[in-house]
């Protein structure tokens, strides 16, 4: 039949193999923790927990961008939708998030102009051709996202735009590995580490991570037999007490990563501490835009006031994120919250793990 | 009162849009042949049946690789007359136009009527033109409504899937949608897509002559494969389940999907069918698929099953099981 993208990967006679080992070494019970929501989905889209042994349990942690935005961000966006005279241009995922009173779904019907947009490019080519208007870009993503609207700054400074802006709220994966190491909340005796984010950090930004805590931490691409290969890796560090940092997708990520888009990072963006949703305050694991770009803050350029957000009452995505708690234990889920209605960001992203949960596992 | 606002969701012929028909629309107008909701109505009258279907169409751009708005409103609306079974014979048009909107596209449009018109053998016999200011539609949009008899003998409904049957798609899925998508956006790719738009009624006949047994029949339009399989499950109670390794999916198309984020199971399809048919009969209709032109990559994706009424389960690849549930709302391009 048709041949799909990626089959060679998806191989099933290397699946079963890998199954095969797995099982075989499995022996202890491990949680492994998968940090990235394209693992998350691509886990439940493959069916990989069902060809598992029991002995594994895989947690789903803080990788989805729109999950771990916090509550204040997800207001000040909409609070940047209300002003006039503005397009606020996002990625689509973000559209349905509930904010304390609203989402940018909500305030789309009310009139306001937001616009979809793929690329921040997208937004500065907005920018470009409406000069009356001010742009407002929402930036939220990891590594992966990041530099791209760094590069997106950088443009909109050679084009001499003064009505682009950006919301900064990007987050990084690192520090937050170890905010989840040094939280008592749940025991985790692997990491699968994100292969995209991976791709711009290299493999050797983990390493002060991997020699502080010596936790099993192996690099894993995103067709099932990447997955599966990497879980092999990581129950075999396990079984025989030797932790490593291991890079289990080489064809997409070196040791030291892309260099150039590390720089642009750099040039445009410096470290600050950063609030995430479910787990607070994570020193150096946000990105904002530095001073010699400040005219591109909308935080600076266009302050908003936004009233002390709330997260929804009962709401667990802050359990669910950290790995404390799985979806159907958190008292909402498939009752008041449901993808039409969803109550928190989980729920809503396609890579949010209570949307994974809900649609792929009943 | 609410002071709830109508989403795009609404629109999407996912969940949210079920809800919508199931909340506002079915109570006031609840009657036994609307209750079926099917791709069209199937009415008695003197003895004969006849199938009736309305569409209106909404597209941007309104042209676009591989048809445009004026195929897209012949294509979409002879398929839904199709689906019960009918011939279609005749078609309304019922163009609304906005002010400032070029003759020369509306020409462009109205000769991509009639030739699809002319490809799935109708002809249009009644008509509406509005002109509404500027502001007040986007550019063009289309509605139209088709009638088509239903051969004696033939019961083709949503709600008759049968433990059993074998599930034969009539090609690759997604390519409309991701070409709208790709269109719309200015996303550039190496590989060119386009859309599956087509008139089906010629391989339904093909079908229908090679099987009386035919227990359903669907165009997986809005909300794509996996929503439309849901509604056959829960309208028949019987459980679906389809196999990945089954699914043909262009390798363009898969990678744009990949790409953002979006699942194919859930894009529209302009120009494919499913059906559902005994075991028995499923390699003679197949063949008739595969006879047509628009059918030739036609493919057995899962069989029915009394476990999970109501359900679709899809068989991974690698050997795991995982729920295909209906679409929620529209599909969001992620960040990545």
Not at chain 1, 153 to 166: K, Q, S, T, Y
Not at chain 1, 293 to 315: I, M, N, S, T
Not at chain 2, 71 to 86: E, F, I, K
Request: glycine fraction near 10%.
């Amino acid at each position: 039949m048709t041949i799909k993208h990626s089959e060679e990967y998806r191989e099933p006679e290397l699946a079963r193999q890998l199954v095969a080992a797995i099982r075989k070494t499995s022996n202890k019970p491990v949680q492994l923790m998968e940090v990235c929501g394209t693992h998350t989905m691509s886990i439940f889209r493959h069916g990989i927990r069902d060809v598992l042994p029991q002995t594994i349990n895989l947690l789903s942690g803080p990788g989805c961008p729109v999950c771990v935005t916090s509550q204040q961000e997800i207001d000040t966006f909409i609070a940047y939708a209300r002003q006039e005279d503005t397009i606020v241009a996002t990625f689509g995922d973000l559209l349905r998030v509930p904010g304390t009173d609203s989402s940018l779904q909500k305030e789309k019907a009310e009139g306001r102009d937001i616009r979809v947009v793929y690329s921040a490019f997208d937004a500065v080519k907005m920018a470009a051709e409406q000069r009356g208007q001010r742009v407002v870009f929402l930036g939220v993503g990891f590594e992966t996202t990041a530099p791209t609207i760094a590069a997106s700054i950088l443009a909109a400074r050679d084009m001499g735009l003064e009505n682009f802006h950006v919301v900064s709220a990007h987050k990084t994966v690192p520090n937050a590995l170890e905010a989840l190491m040094a939280s008592e909340a749940v025991a985790i005796s692997g990491f699968l580490l994100p292969g995209h984010v991976s791709v711009i950090l290299g493999l050797n930004a983990y390493r002060p991570f991997f020699d502080r805590y010596q936790v099993p931490a192996v690099v894993a691409g995103f067709e099932p037999t990447d997955i599966l290969e990497a879980i092999r890796r990581l129950v075999e560090q396990i079984e025989k007490g030797r932790p490593q940092l291991a890079n289990a997708y080489p064809r997409a990520v070196s040791d030291t990563g892309n260099a150039k888009a590390r720089a642009v990072l750099d040039q445009v963006f410096e470290p600050v501490d950063a609030n995430w949703r479910g787990i607070g305050i994570i020193p150096a694991s946000g990105l904002a835009i530095r001073d010699s770009l400040a005219q591109f803050d909308a935080l600076r350029q266009v302050p908003v006031e936004v009233a002390e957000a709330r997260e929804p009452a009962g709401c667990g995505c802050g359990e669910i994120l950290t790995g404390a708690k799985i979806p159907p234990e958190c008292k909402l889920y498939r009752k008041a919250c449901t993808p039409e209605n969803p109550v928190g960001p989980c729920m809503v992203s396609s890579e949010g793990t209570c949307a994974a949960y809900y649609r792929y596992h009943g | 009162m609410t002071d709830e606002k109508i989403l795009l969701d609404h629109g999407s012929g996912g969940k949210i849009a079920h809800r919508l028909t199931a909340e506002l629309l079915l109570p006031l107008f609840d009657n036994p042949i609307l209750a079926d909701l099917h791709d069209g109505a199937v009415l008695e009258l003197d003895g004969g049946r006849i199938a009736f279907s309305t569409d209106t169409f909404t597209v941007t751009p309104l042209f676009f690789p591989g048809g445009d708005i004026g195929d897209l409103a012949v294509n979409g609306t002879v398929n839904d007359v199709a689906m019960c079974g009918a011939k279609p014979l005749f078609i309304s048009l019922a163009l609304i136009i906005e002010e400032g909107f070029p003759r020369a596209d509306l020409e462009r449009i109205l000769k991509s009527v009639r030739r699809a018109a002319d490809k799935a053998g109708v002809i249009v016999v009644t008509g509406d033109t509005k002109v509404v200011p500027k502001g007040a539609a986007d550019g063009l949009f289309i509605n139209t409504s088709g009638i088509g008899l239903i051969p004696p003998g033939l019961n083709i409904g949503s709600t008759a899937a049968q433990p059993g049957d074998h599930v034969i798609l009539s090609g690759t899925m997604a390519d409309h949608g991701m070409t709208i998508l790709t269109q719309r956006e200015g996303l550039a790719f190496d590989h060119a897509i386009e859309s599956d738009s087509a008139a089906l009624n010629h391989m339904v006949a093909g079908i229908t002559a090679a099987s009386n047994n035919v227990h359903v029949l669907r165009d997986p339009t809005r909300g794509g494969v996996g929503t439309t399989l849901n509604e056959i499950a829960q309208s028949s109670q019987a459980g679906i389940v389809i196999e990945e390794d089954r699914l043909p999916v262009r390798p363009a198309v898969a990678g744009v999907c990949e790409l953002l984020g979006f699942d194919p199971l859930y894009v529209a399809n302009e120009g494919k069918l499913l059906a559902f048919v005994p075991a028995d009969e499923s390699d003679a209709v197949l063949a008739a698929m595969r006879r047509d032109p628009h059918g030739q990559e036609a493919c057995r994706i899962g069989r029915v099953t009394g476990d999970h009424p109501g359900q679709v389960i899809l068989e991974t690849r690698v050997g795991g099981r995982r729920i295909v549930d209906m679409l929620t709302g529209e599909q969001l391009p992620r960040i990545c």
